[in-house]
T-cell receptor, first 114, second 108 residues
C-alpha cells in the first residue's frame, strides 16, 4: 500500500513565523499535491508538483510556497503565518501510470496560527 | 476554474439507499471521482468515472452524464460505518478540484 506520511498531526505556530509542513510518500509517485480543508469549503488545491523541482500553483497559492528537491518529499512553506491560515493541510500523491485514478492522502496536519 | 455543487447533508437509516448528486462546471474535464472521509481521517478514493454510465463497486455505485455535467454516488444497504463525508472531485489533467462535501449520517 502507498503510504503518504505527514510529519506532524498537530501544530501551533505564532503569527509571522515561517512554517514548514513536510510530506513523504514511499511509492515513487511523480505527482504530489497540497490541499487545505476548511468546513463548508471542501479541499482546495494550494500547489502541486509533477516532477522533482517542478511546481505549479493551484487555486489558492497566496501566502504559500513549496519545495520538491527529492521525488518522495514535498514540503509546504508558509512564509509568514497568519491566523487565516489556520486549517487542516492534506498532502496527496498519485502516479498517472500506476493503474489507479485515485489519489492517496496523508492523515493531515491541523495547523493553528495564534 | 472549476465549480462543483453537492448537498451539504443527508441522513438515512441503516439498510436504506442514499444518492449524493454532484453537478459541475469546469474549464477542463477528464473524469469525476468520489472520495470518502471519516471524521479525523484521510480522504480515501472510492470511484472514478471518465465515460457516461454506471460503475459498480460492491455496495457503492457511481454514475456520470458528461452531457449534463452531472454525476451521483449511490450508497446501498447503508451501514453505520458509512457515516462519513463524501466528496465529488473533477479531474482536469493533473489536478483534482473538490466539492464542499456531503455529510452522510446513518441512524440505527
Amino acid at each position: 500500500d502507498v503510504k503518504v506520511t505527514q510529519s506532524s498531526r498537530y501544530l501551533v505556530k505564532r503569527t509571522g513565523e515561517k512554517v514548514f509542513l513536510e510530506c513523504v510518500q514511499d511509492m515513487d509517485h511523480e505527482n504530489m499535491f497540497w490541499y487545505r480543508q476548511d468546513p463548508g469549503l471542501g479541499l482546495r488545491l494550494i500547489y502541486f508538483s509533477y516532477d522533482v523541482k517542478m511546481k505549479e500553483k493551484g487555486d489558492i497559492p497566496e501566502g504559500y510556497s513549496v519545495s520538491r528537491e527529492k521525488k518522495e518529499r514535498f514540503s509546504l512553506i508558509l512564509e509568514s503565518a497568519s491566523t487565516n491560515q489556520t486549517s487542516m493541510y492534506l498532502c496527496a500523491s498519485w502516479d498517472p501510470d500506476g493503474g489507479t485514478y485515485g489519489y492517496t492522502f496523508g492523515s493531515g496536519t491541523r495547523l493553528t496560527v495564534v | 476554474g472549476q465549480s462543483l455543487e453537492q448537498p451539504s447533508e443527508v441522513t438515512a437509516v441503516e439498510g436504506a439507499i442514499v444518492q449524493i448528486n454532484c453537478t459541475y462546471q469546469t474549464s477542463g474535464f477528464y473524469g469525476l471521482s468520489w472520495y470518502q472521509q471519516h471524521d479525523g481521517g484521510a480522504p480515501t478514493f472510492l470511484s472514478y468515472n471518465a465515460l457516461d454510465g454506471l460503475e459498480e463497486t460492491g455496495r457503492f455505485s457511481s454514475f456520470l452524464s458528461r452531457s449534463d455535467s452531472y454525476g451521483y454516488l449511490l450508497l446501498q444497504e447503508l451501514q453505520m460505518k458509512d457515516s462519513a463525508s463524501y466528496f465529488c472531485a473533477v479531474k482536469d489533467d493533473y489536478k483534482l478540484s473538490f466539492g464542499a462535501g456531503t455529510t452522510v449520517t446513518v441512524r440505527a
